[in-house]
């Protein structure tokens, strides 16, 4: 299995940029994560910053494609927060949200993590075909019936998390049970909620047809997140997968 693989993060309309992302291979292994920082200009930087530094150390050093590696090195995340908490005071306020997603290319399979609301998407044929549910108020409203998802586009409501790392009481992650089987063709996108509000399933899916590369797909996205011109853009981020068989690489 060959994985292409490519990260885009912009600050959208705010004065600074509260994400992080990034991705790295080790013996035919695959990490990559996703952050969104709370707490402030410097908190949430800084949060999303060590988030997605401590999970990536963590897999270098275990490389492995298990849930329990996925829990543990979210929750080695979530620890690596509390640390810096009580360090410096001016950070107590300090949270992330958290999204992990492991390849291993050999033997072509996937494990993917969450904590708060930034999301992983898995696309087969073209369609989605799994996604992350988010730890908010909202997704409750949505998975109970009361709302749909495009009710809470864009309302405020749908940023009010009921998990995060930086918790004093450590969050449960949200991990897939078994491992994932991937073949060619798949496609992941891990994101944060200000591309995700952004940009509708739909379009996704649709840029993920055109789309010649990862890259060329996380471009296409943005332009739909720039060309709708909000005045309060979040800040949005996204990693981008592609699996292929290699033939012709």
Known sequence: MQLSVTALSRPGSRASNEDACG???SEGFCFCVVADGAGGHIGGAT???????????WFRDHPSCEPQAMQEA???ANHALLVEQRRDAGLADMRSTVVALVIDSQQGIAVWG?????????FRDGASIQRTR???LAQQLIDTGYVTDEDLRGSFQRARLYAALGESDPPVPAVNDTPFPIRAGDAFLLCTDGWWDSVELDAIERSLAQAESADDWLRTMEREIIERHLPAQDNYSALAVWCSDGLGA
Do not use: N
């Open 23 to 25: 991705f790295l291979s």
């Open 134 to 136: 988010d730890h908010s």
């Open 114 to 122: 969450h904590v708060g609301d930034s999301r992983l998407y898995a």
């Open 74 to 76: 979210i929750l080695a």
């Open 47 to 57: 949060a999303s910053k060590i988030a997605v530094r401590r999970v990536l150390t």
